[in-house]
T-cell receptor, first 112, second 113 residues
Framework: DADVTQTPRNRITKTGKRIMLECSQT?????MYWYRQDPGLGLRLIYY???????NKGEISDGYSVSRQAQAKFSLSLESAIPNQTALYFC???????????FGEGSRLTVL | TQLLEQSPQFLSIQEGENLTVYCNSS?????LQWYRQEPGEGPVLLVT?????EVKKLKRLTFQFGDARKDSSLHITAAQTGDTGLYLC?????????????FGKGTKLSVIP
């Protein structure tokens, strides 16, 4: 099993639909992150969580929500998807003392 | 807000050539990381540099952290087609309670056979 698993890997949806992207990890790390990647804009932090009871907004949290159901699971939701949320989304876990991240393989979301 | 500027944004070179990618900021970082990302995959950590002036080598890749810990460079010697990918630098801010990495926008490298 991959250390960080994201589902779905690809999703096409319509404007206004609710979407959930799921992330699970097998490493037992406390800190989990959701990033968005757009061409030319790099990786931008959406939300991060230090444990089940600790959720924090990142740089671009508007339009998104998250849920940390368990130490191993961190879900990202778009309550009402819009076209400019079309992007590649990555879940990551913090694995090192100096903040190194281990990323999942990504979820490509297209909002029509 | 701490910013990391990477240059060049795009780089296309012939196999066997050398290249250098730069990552610059006006802010001080406690550490700096380099990642490589291939199409359809997540970024993968290559190296972390922590000490000002530190140089680390990973086969044909040489990473350097600036003396003032505000900038870094990645030098690839005799590039190979397998080096093709997006290279990202990421800085860990100085100071207690700073848990968010700042990412550069990346350098897209194409190595042509």
């Amino acid at each position: 099993d991959a250390d960080v698993t994201q589902t779905p890997r690809n999703r096409i949806t319509k404007t206004g639909k609710r979407i959930m992207l799921e992330c699970s990890q097998t490493k037992g790390h406390d800190r989990m992150y959701w990033y968005r990647q757009d061409p030319g804009l790099g990786l931008r932090l959406i939300y991060y969580s230090f444990d089940v009871k600790d959720i924090n907004k990142g740089e671009i949290s508007d339009g998104y929500s998250v849920s940390r159901q368990a130490q191993a699971k961190f879900s990202l939701s778009l309550e009402s998807a819009i076209p400019n949320q079309t992007a590649l989304y990555f879940c990551a876990i913090k694995q090192g003392a100096t903040g190194e991240l281990f990323f999942g393989e990504g979820s490509r979301l297209t909002v029509l | 807000t701490q910013l990391l500027e990477q240059s060049p944004q795009f780089l296309s070179i012939q196999e066997g050539e050398n290249l250098t990618v730069y990552c610059n900021s006006s802010s001080v970082f406690s550490s700096l990381q380099w990642y490589r990302q291939e199409p359809g995959e997540g970024p993968v950590l290559l190296v972390t540099v922590v000490t000002g002036g530190e140089v680390k080598k990973l086969k044909r890749l040489t990473f350097q952290f600036g003396d003032a810990r505000k900038d870094s460079s990645l030098h690839i010697t005799a590039a190979q087609t397998g080096d093709t990918g997006l290279y990202l630098c990421a800085g860990a801010p100085s100071g207690a309670g700073s848990y968010q990495l700042t990412f550069g926008k990346g350098t897209k490298l194409s190595v042509i056979p």
